[in-house]
């Protein structure tokens, strides 16, 4: 009985670790994306300089949770991220207007990837 107990006790204490990160890896993504909607706005509104400011500040929470997000995001989504990152700040820098919004829709499908990863469904359990 004492065996069933315990591994009872691993179990809850199994789905509430998952519960926790799942949370954990939405907040961090919708923190990230209302940077980014900022910065977006900004640029067709005509100001680079505060575009520039939002996605910088996009990029120091993305890069926080750095310790984190290497322990339970897959790498490859990881880079993909990262490198969307720096090609939008290298094309806001370059002034490059024409080429940003492709490189927005690059950095959301990313984050919306990472977000979808993280979500319940029987796919992701089964």
């Given at each position: 009985m004492k065996r069933e107990?315990?591994?009872?006790?691993?179990l809850g204490l199994l789905i509430g670790a998952s519960v926790w990160n799942i949370r954990?890896?939405?907040?961090?993504?919708?923190?990230?994306?209302?940077?980014?909607?900022l910065s977006e706005k900004a640029v067709?509104?005509?100001?680079p300089k505060y575009a520039a400011?939002?996605?910088a500040a996009a990029f120091r929470i993305w890069g926080a949770a750095k310790n984190y997000t290497q322990a339970v995001l897959r790498h490859p989504e990881l880079d993909g991220t990262s490198d969307a990152f720096y090609a939008a700040m290298r094309e806001l820098r370059?002034?490059?207007m024409r080429a940003v919004p492709a490189v927005y829709e690059q950095l959301r499908y990313h984050l919306d990837s990472i977000a979808g990863m993280e979500k319940?469904?029987?796919?992701?359990?089964?």
């Open positions: 107990i315990g591994a009872l006790v691993l954990r890896a939405d907040a961090l993504i919708e923190e990230i994306k209302e940077h980014v909607a067709k509104a005509g100001d400011e939002q996605l370059a002034g490059e319940v469904t029987w796919g992701t359990v089964f």
